[in-house]
């Protein structure tokens, strides 16, 4: 599965955003979709992720209920929705696929490198 996310840009400390992701194939409803950042200088790290029908999802500590994840398997479009930009969620914006919800989270936390990666999309939120 081939992806492409966009949404990305400058927003205010407060304001929001909506980054997409569109996946190519016939099987993205298959897919666990998810988003990783990377900040300036850091380690990539795992945002959020939601199983192939939409009835799970999973959020870091930092961005839960901030970020909303959704999808829409008609359009093979996942979204994230960001609410309440901190300055701290500047980084660039992945999205991911896997064919299971373990290959984000288990029981050990969310830790898992899913297997299709799109290119990134960055997300700059001033103060």
């Known amino acids: 599965v081939q992806l492409q996310a966009y949404g990305g840009g400058l927003v205010q400390a407060g304001g929001y955003l909506r980054l997409s992701c569109a996946a190519s194939g016939r099987t993205f409803s298959s897919y666990a979709m998810g988003w990783f950042r990377q900040a300036p200088g850091k380690e990539r790290e795992f945002v959020a992720a939601i199983s192939w029908s939409g009835g799970s999802t999973y959020y870091a500590d930092s961005v839960k209920g901030r970020f909303t994840i959704s999808r829409d398997n008609a359009k093979n479009t996942v979204y994230l929705q960001m609410n309440s930009l901190k300055p701290e969620d500047t980084a660039v914006y992945y999205c991911?696929?896997?064919?299971?919800?373990?290959?984000?989270?288990?029981?050990?936390?969310?830790?898992?490198?899913?297997?299709?990666w799109g290119q990134g999309t960055l997300v700059t939120v001033s103060s």
């Open positions: 991911a696929a896997d064919p299971s919800m373990r290959g984000y989270c288990s029981g050990y936390g969310c830790y898992g490198v899913p297997d299709y």
